[in-house]
């Protein structure tokens, strides 16, 4: 598997939204490989018009069922009710700046806006405060929210956006000056997370984190709750304050969201235990592992597809990928291993997620080898890998040799790509889009992935055809001759495979 084969980097340059209805739209998902290897995946899906592949059909209809307003009122469903009404439409995006350049503060709100549109929201308009720190009552000071609500009246928003990670008291405080929803960074994120997340694993991930950032909140939003489960009523439109007979129900609302919460823990452990037991299966096959990491909306995923031909969503979008994709891949001199793509950085990532998603998190620390996807193309890229190694060392995946690849060499300048190599010792410019680069950086990985330490030369029968099969499949065949005793093989394998072989080993080095 080598770049030769690359379906549809581009389609999602294409603003396709919510029109997946048509047959080409028809998921194709074609199970080619069944390999025991990757039984955890779902079938290879390939693009049929070279312009969408099932992947994306599931994320235009998932996006189309976002506009669904199917409001339950069962209290199983408290989080979906409280994270439907955090449904976004029409925005104004407001940032504290409290230290850094005027830039800095930009990026950081054109970051914000990039993470409302991926939600489904439009942007009206933006302000940003300077502030020594944000406002302990409002966020911003009380002048400045009282120009916000002037914004928000004569833009018609409705919902506010707050650039940072809002107490319970600033959500309602504001809320309460603006008149109208009040949502934070967090919030939007986790918003975006689950709108996303596909598998179950995912799922129950981002809904435990959902909870846990709701449980102190729920007093501000718990109004829309009561009022859901009340049978009407209570609802005294704009602010939050009428509380009154809800506070006791507010108590047990807490009470089923931490049961809930204790559920969904140990269902998340059980499903960890599940994908624990194959990572240990590619582990014992000595199956090397590269992970690739790096900044939402970087190209992760096209990287991927770049070097597997694998019909991952790609999307521009941030977080079009929430849940870990593993395939194989093969070295130019033969060599499998398993690439995974994983869930894109972003600065602030909310910490109940970078505790949900420490799961993918894992996955990066145990490979052999991280593939870092940085946008070349971006403002301020040496920021990305920052932050995004950062993440990294959290979770203690320190040891882990990085190559560094500076994607979206065809659209970024020149004199970026110089200084972002010099800088990093291993480091490569590519292009996922027009496959520039890409020989060199599987050369690369094919240098850095661990050999198997034992180099044999073996006679192995015919009739023992598993054998030579697996010295393909696991160790690095360097020569290969078909004898009329059987297939002489010069290999290189791991302990385990060389002690099976032993029997048939000519010469050992
Ligand atoms: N110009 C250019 N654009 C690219 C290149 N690689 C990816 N892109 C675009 O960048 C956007 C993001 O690509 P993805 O592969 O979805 O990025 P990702 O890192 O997987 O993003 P998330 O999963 O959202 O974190 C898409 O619009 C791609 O078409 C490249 O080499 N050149
Ligand atoms: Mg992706």
Redesign the pocket.
Known sequence: MTSSSSPS?????MQHPHDATGPAAEPHAESLRADALMEEDVAWSHTVDGERDGDQYDRSERAALRRVAGLSTELEDVTEVEYRQLRLERVVLVGVWTSGTAEDADRSLAELAALAETAGALVLDGVVQRRDKPDPATYIGSGKAQELYDIVRDSGADTVVCDGELSPGQLIHLEDVVKVKVVDRTALILDIFAQHAKSREGKAQVSLAQMQYMLPRLRGWGQSLSRQMGGGGTSGGGGMATRGPGETKIETDRRRIREKMAKMRREIAAMKTGRELKRQERRRNKVPSVAIA????????????RLTGAG???????????DPTVRRAETPSGRLYTLA?T???VRHLPHHLVEAFRSTMEEVGDSDLILH?V?G?HPAPEEQLAAVREVIRDVGAVNVPEIVVV?????ADPLVLQRLLRVEKHAIA?????GAGIGELLSMIDEILPRPEVELEALIPYTQGQLVARAHAEGEVLSEEHTAEGTLLKVRVHRELASELSTFVLATS
């Open positions: 980097q581009d389609v999602h340059d790096g900044y939402t909306n970087a190209g992760k995923s096209s990287l991927l597809n991952v969503l790609v999307e521009n979008a941030l977080f079009a990928t929430l793509d869930v894109g950085f996807v946008d193309a994607n979206k060499a065809d659209a590519v292009s996922a889009r027009t």
